[in-house]
């Protein structure tokens, strides 16, 4: 691994657990707490209407801004850890690091959702734990496409990884050469 792609692999690694710290004080906050956070942001939004709103758009607008930060939020957990992983275990078996952090995010969104049952206003919603392990693995796989796509170019250009070799690549001696054209002209 070049320097390039530890430091790299260092700041996603670093990224990923901020973001999982992130979202864990945001999900482990009591109902109480989770509303006063987000009353500012649905002021700001729906202070912008022409006309008053009823309390039954506001809960909407709510609940849609609760669901658009949650899968910003899980979206970059998935593609933090995707290039933290892949750029440290790139060259293993692709299936079983998929797999592997499939396995991982599925039960991070399975831990900070199902933690809620143990939080005074809070509810456990598995809905809501698919719906942000789907985003994590949405940003797994444009990582993992991306890199996948970058090395196969990259392979394409460098001949001597095995993917391709022209004429001007391999050394052959000219006795061998004109040997071989002494056949050709029999």
């Known amino acids: 691994m070049s320097k390039i792609e530890k430091r790299a692999a260092t700041a996603a690694w670093t990224m990923f657990f901020l973001i999982f710290a992130v979202i864990c004080v945001l999900s482990f906050q009591s109902g109480d707490a989770t509303k006063a956070l987000e009353k500012p942001l649905v002021e700001g939004v729906t202070g912008t209407a ?8 506001i809960l909407t607008i709510t609940f849609y801004i609760r669901q658009a930060g949650r899968a910003v939020l899980f979206y970059a957990l998935g593609f933090c850890g995707a290039c933290g992983t892949l750029l440290c275990f790139g060259r293993r078996n692709q299936l079983a690091l998929g797999a592997g952090a499939g396995t991982v995010l599925f039960g991070l969104s399975y831990f900070t959702e199902k933690m809620k049952i143990f939080i005074e206003g809070r509810h456990y919603s598995f809905v809501e734990c698919l719906e942000g392990f ?7 796989l444009c990582v993992a496409v991306f890199l996948s796509i970058r090395r196969k170019k990259k392979a394409l250009r460098e001949p001597e990884r095995g993917w391709a070799l022209r004429d001007e690549d391999c050394y052959v001696p000219e006795e061998i050469k004109s040997t071989e054209s002494d056949h050709h002209h029999d």
């Open 50 to 57: 022409d006309r008053q709103l009823s309390r039954e758009a």
């Open 134 to 140: 789907v985003f994590a693995l949405l940003g797994y």
